[in-house]
């Protein structure tokens, strides 16, 4: 969805682009008849005029371009973060069960030295750490005998199954934080497009009301003129 601040940038450049363009005529003969009053040399401001509303119309389409840009970037963002969930319910899950089995089979006081220590944190982050930690000790060994002859754990079977789980909780957040990094980029550029678009906005309407006002035309001026609290809107548009 297009932000509010571009759209309504983009309702101010349009009425003001269209006022260039629809009495653009009306603006020229009006300073022409001026000039050659007051100098004998008839003004032509066609071209002017012209390169205003074409500048604005530019600086518009950048903007919306770069807004559309940042809202695609966006929208890849809750599958990430999705995913991302779901490998860590997936590893909690086996975490929490290898854990209950360890105790059964060895105790307490060993399945912390496996780094089962604490609580089982629901953090991606932390738990992502925690069961890399844990695949580590598992496969570097240390168990003491079992409290029973009778039951035995696969302890490598437990690290192998343990670290595809880690490795996809890692990807997962390797993919949530490549598109943060990513939102920011599209966000900044958002962000200099909407910078530039301001200041050509208010050079463009600040000049047309001048012309305007010159021409002897004050509600046209007035149509055009740029506000002063609220960067890329008109004058006329501040109680909206």
Not at 37 to 62: I, P
Not at 113 to 139: E, I, K
Not at 211 to 232: I, K
Request: net charge negative.
């Amino acid at each position: 969805m297009a932000s509010k601040m571009v759209t309504d940038r983009q309702k101010s450049s349009a009425a003001v682009v269209q006022a260039a363009a629809q009495q653009g005529e009306v603006l020229g003969a009006a300073l022409a008849e001026r000039s050659v009053a007051e100098t004998g040399v008839a003004l032509d401001v066609s071209g002017l005029v012209n390169f205003l509303a074409t500048t604005l119309e530019a600086s518009v389409t950048a903007l919306i371009n770069a807004d559309e840009a940042h809202e695609r970037e966006l929208a890849d963002d809750p599958g990430a973060r999705e995913a991302r969930d779901e490998a860590a319910r997936a590893l909690y899950d086996d975490v929490v069960a290898g854990r209950a089995m360890l105790t059964a089979v060895y105790g307490d006081a060993a399945v912390d030295s496996m780094g089962f220590f604490g609580s089982t944190s629901r953090d991606p982050v932390v738990l992502a750490r925690q069961g890399r930690s844990v695949v580590s000790r598992l496969r570097a060994g240390g168990l003491p005998t079992p409290r029973s002859a009778l039951v035995t754990v696969d302890t490598a079977g437990l690290a192998d199954q343990l670290d595809a789980k880690v490795t996809t909780l890692e990807e997962r957040l390797s993919d949530v934080a490549r598109e943060g990094r990513e939102a920011q980029l599209t966000l900044t550029e958002k962000q200099r497009a909407l910078a530039e678009h301001d200041a050509t906005f208010t050079g463009v309407a600040t000049t047309l009301t001048g012309l305007f006002t010159l021409a002897g035309l004050p509600e046209l001026a007035a149509r055009v003129r740029p506000s002063r609290r609220h960067a890329g809107r008109r004058e006329e548009e501040e109680g909206e």
